[in-house]
Every structure is written in structure tokens, then in C-alpha cells.
């Protein structure tokens, strides 16, 4: 209805918005907008630094849930407009998103792999190494099926935002996917 047509104009204008930034402040981007870095950086930090969530995230007073999912939504967004040089900021991010694909929300897991998945796209080397150092092994996890779940949910997008450009590394993930399945 009226509601869903005026959300995703608003969206679409913010994230106009938002490239437009991105584009003229390139690699001054998180100088000229310190909050942005933070917005992005600050909830996954804090939920993901420790081997457990803060407990305060199923809190109905505590905003942290959607924090992470806007911060990682923003990320996800940006990525592929972000200049060259701000690329190790990102980087430092996938072991944090790593660990966010094995969270037991399902939420958070899949805004983690949407995001992951994004990230491999544009800084490839990098994020296909994570992938396959930090997330891939842990489809083999016969103890947690959120750790399956998130990797393979990683997978999927991976493949859908890549399409033939994931072709080069499909060996990496088809022999634990099968080898899981057997």
C-alpha cells in the first residue's frame, strides 16, 4: 500500500543520498563523516568481539539488534562505491562478520551474509580467503547447525551477488558443500 510505497522511496532517496556522499568524499569519506564509520563499525564491534552475544541484545529496550543489522544493511550498501582506500577498513570487519554468520539469530546471520557475500564481490582476494579460512570450515560443524546454516546461507549469496565472476572459486566451496552432504 501508501506505507510500503513512501518506505521505499525513502529508502531510495537515502541511499542516493548516502552514494553521493561516498562518491564525492572518496578516500576523506570517514574523515568528513566520522559518524558513518561509526554506525557501521561500532554495533558489530560490540556484538561480536566476544565469543558471546551481550546479553542486552534480546532486550525489547535495547536498540543493539537493529543497530548491527542498519550497520551492516549501510555497509552492504556502500562497499562496492567505497574508494580503494578504504577497503582496509572493510577488511578488518570480515572477522567480525565471520562470526556473525554463526550467530544463533537468524536475523543477524542473514544480514551477516548478504553483507559477507557483498564484500567478496568487490575486495575478492581478501574476503574469498576469509571465506575459506573462517567460514567454510564451518559447514563441517556437525554440533551447531547455526554455524551450517550461516556458512551455507553465505554461499548462496555469494553465488547470487557474483554470479559468473564466482566461477574461479567454485572449487573451494562445492567440495565441502558435497562433502557435507554425503
Known sequence: GLVDMVARITRRGAKEALDSLVSNFGDQLFKRLPELR????????????SDD??????SEQ????QEIVDGMSTLRALCPKFHPSLHPFVIVLLPLLAKALRCRL?????AAAKCFATICSVIPVEGITMLIEKVIPSISNPHNVH????????IYHLIHVMEDGILPYVIFLIVPVLGRMS
Do not use: D, M, N
Open 106 to 110: 537468524a536475523v543477524l546471520r542473514y
Open 62 to 65: 535495547s536498540s543493539l539488534g
Open 147 to 154: 554455524y551450517r546454516q550461516g556458512a551455507i546461507e553465505c
Open 53 to 58: 552475544l551481550p546479553a542486552s541484545i534480546e
Open 38 to 49: 561509526k554506525i557501521i563499525e561500532s554495533p558489530l564491534t560490540q556484538a561480536f568481539s
